[in-house]
């Protein structure tokens, strides 16, 4: 593999015609952890991998991907995701002097987002939505309703494109939120957060109860969980299966996985890989057969060794195993008399939260008819991992007796289907 210029780094070859899939290459030096950093920023922009191929010689990396949107409805700006997957690639200039190790960028400024406004149903996912057109991300949010319903909403969020310190950048955000929200918006302000931005970093504390359920691996395998997952779901996310095999190559150990497939999976795959500071030298992701995938990995520890110690294999296959069964987890339970959604999906060690997590919650109960009371996200830290947790008070005023077991249900599964893609 010899090393291409940098207009090459990346290459996005589009469809002939409607339907097919798009060829995304990626050219350039390796380090740990880059595919999982490319296939995070392929979920950020709604897109689903179908299939793919990945190899390294430890020097190059030559990545090829098959993907098609998630998303039909928004416009993807192809050259903002070219830009976006070139950044995350280490440099031909700078390879010979860096640590073949996940870089750590420069902290993103982060900006205060905040409106008052009428509320209405499907307000927070247009608001959502809007953000991601924009390819503005959302670092954490406080949304409160007045009694008199009205809402002040408080965005903070960072630019994929970093330019909302320009002057126009900033107006063009503030009036398409003003063409969004019409006549209902009575005052919107952006600014550089300050110091609320750290005051809204951290969770309240969890009750014990709501943490065990939220956080407890008890229900990776209790068949009748208090996630309320459906029957048929618990069935086929148990067929699931990981062999690893250190007898097929000298070198690497193979890791061989089978399981239902889901939105993000070789996102979840290869994060956990990266935590676990695990190379990927090849990689082969079969196409989606009857709601499975397939996935080849050939892996070394980060010395070069293969994964022989059995604890570590153990380690290993655990994690991987609850990704791929709950890789979010989703429940609904009382705060105090109102009732609270609860989303929770685990954190980086470097720090970056799964992408789109309150898009398709906020697009989940739009669907259902549902209001948002208030809303949050904070960070919290449980079973030696830490966490992103989205906490929705659900308005009482709609159609759900939210009351009732039945009615619950469906909110969990209908959210927990739409953040897997089902």
């Known amino acids: 593999m010899g090393a291409p210029g940098s207009e090459d780094t990346v290459m996005i070859e589009l ?11 990626v050219n350039c030096p390796d380090r740990t952890g880059l595919c999982c950093d490319v296939c995070r920023i392929l979920l950020d922009f709604g897109l689903y991998i179908t299939k793919g191929d990945v190899t390294t010689d ?3 990396c030559y990545i090829v991907l098959w993907v098609v949107p998630y998303y039909d409805s928004l416009r993807l700006r192809w050259s903002h995701l070219k830009n976006q997957l070139v950044s995350v690639c280490p440099s031909c200039s700078s390879y010979f002097v860096l640590d073949l190790v996940s870089s750590c960028p420069a902290s993103t400024p982060v900006y205060l987002l905040k409106f008052f406004c009428l509320d209405r149903n499907g307000l927070l996912h247009d608001v959502t939505r809007v953000l991601t057109e924009l390819e503005l991300s959302i670092q954490t949010v406080k949304v409160t309703t007045t009694p008199d319903g009205r809402v002040m909403d408080l965005f903070f969020i ?7 310190h320009t002057e126009k950048r900033q107006e063009d955000t503030r009036g398409k939120f003003r063409s969004v929200l019409g006549e209902s918006c009575i005052s919107c302000e952006l600014q550089l ?4 931005y750290e005051c809204h970093q951290n969770i309240p504390s969890l009750s014990p109860a709501v943490a065990e359920e939220l956080f407890s691996s008890e229900q990776l395998t209790d068949e009748d969980n208090r996630v309320q997952l459906l029957s048929d779901d618990m069935i086929k996310l148990k067929d699931s299966v990981i062999t690893v095999d250190n007898c097929l190559s ?3 150990t193979l890791l061989q996985i089978r399981c239902v497939d889901h939105r993000g999976l070789l996102y979840d795959v290869l994060r956990t890989l990266k935590d676990f500071e695990i190379k990927m030298c090849y990689g082969r992701f079969s196409p989606e057969t009857q709601g499975h995938r397939d996935l080849d990995l050939f892996i070394q520890l980060k010395d070069g060794n ?3 110690n059995p604890d570590k294999q153990n380690s290993l296959c655990s994690r991987l195993k609850a990704e791929m069964l709950h890789p979010l987890r989703v429940i609904i339970t009382n705060r105090g008399p109102e009732t609270e959604l609860m989303v929770a999906n685990p954190v980086e060690l470097s720090g970056k939260g799964r992408p789109r997590v309150f898009y398709d919650v906020t697009l989940s109960l739009k669907v259902l008819g549902i209001c948002v009371f208030s809303a949050e996200i904070r960070r919290y830290t449980a079973s030696d991992r830490e966490w992103e947790v989205y906490r929705f008070l659900l308005d009482e005023n709609c159609l759900f007796q939210l009351g009732s077991a039945s009615a619950r249900n469906e909110i969990v599964n209908k959210v927990r289907r739409t953040l897997m893609g089902w």
Not at 158 to 164: P, Q, S
């Open 15 to 25: 469809g002939k015609k409607l339907g097919d899939a798009h060829v995304i290459t």
């Open 58 to 60: 430890g020097v190059w």
């Open 306 to 308: 293969k994964i022989v």
């Open 158 to 164: 960072t630019d994929n494109m970093d330019l909302l």
């Open 250 to 252: 000298p070198a690497h």
């Open 193 to 196: 957060a300050g110091p609320e």
